[in-house]
């Protein structure tokens, strides 16, 4: 019973860091335009994401452009692109997978240790998913950090990490963490052993002896 309460938990918690992964993805607010410098004074903020970018007037009005082309892209922007997409697409991989595994499902409830591996392989999936979507994410806060803190970078085109950063810190933390969980609420099989079969007890002797 508790190894069936640790499965639901882990299941909600990778699924929870899945659809954070989604919305990070989405999000434009993955670097924000800094204002350390005294000198700047601006009256709108400028976002940028993964698929486009976005200036916010100070009358709250929200101007956003998809970027034009691919191959004009940043290589670390390209690559941030692709290990976030491929974080979903396993993610999903891994929701069906671990779904079959639950115990609370009827699929393939008339062979457990199948079901067990299921549950077992849907977790290591989720923590896939979530190393990816960890490593994007680190790689990415990674680049704006070393921009911020360059002597050449000028003050007015350096960014700061965006909200977006930390949604998907925080859902892939969840993602790796629920297929933790999957992974071990299994309960290990015990070694069964035959039964020991007891020695048949001698008939009582008669007094009487053949030849």
Sequence with gaps: MASGGLQLL????AFLGWIGIIISTAMP?????????????TAQALYEGLWMSC???????????????????????????????????????????AVIGMKCMKCMEDDQVKKMRMAIFGGVIFIV????????????????????????????????????LFVGWAA????????????CSCPHRETSYPASRGYPKNAPSTGKDYV
């Design 10 to 13: 882990g299941f909600v918690l």
């Design 29 to 41: 607010q993955w670097k924000m335009a800094s204002y350390a410098g005294d000198n700047i004074v």
């Design 55 to 97: 200036a916010m007037q100070s009358t709250g009005q929200i101007q956003c452009k998809v970027y034009d082309s691919l191959l004009k892209l940043d290589s670390t922007l390209q690559a941030t692109r692709a290990l976030m997409v491929a974080a979903i697409v396993v993610g999903l991989i891994g929701l069906f997978v």
């Design 129 to 164: 998913s979530g190393m990816a979507a960890l490593v994007a994410t680190s790689w990415y806060g990674n680049r704006v950090a070393r921009a911020f803190y360059d002597p050449y970078t000028p003050v007015n085109t350096r960014f700061e990490f965006g909200s977006a």
């Design 172 to 183: 892939s933390s969840l993602a790796i963490l629920g297929g933790a969980f999957l992974c």
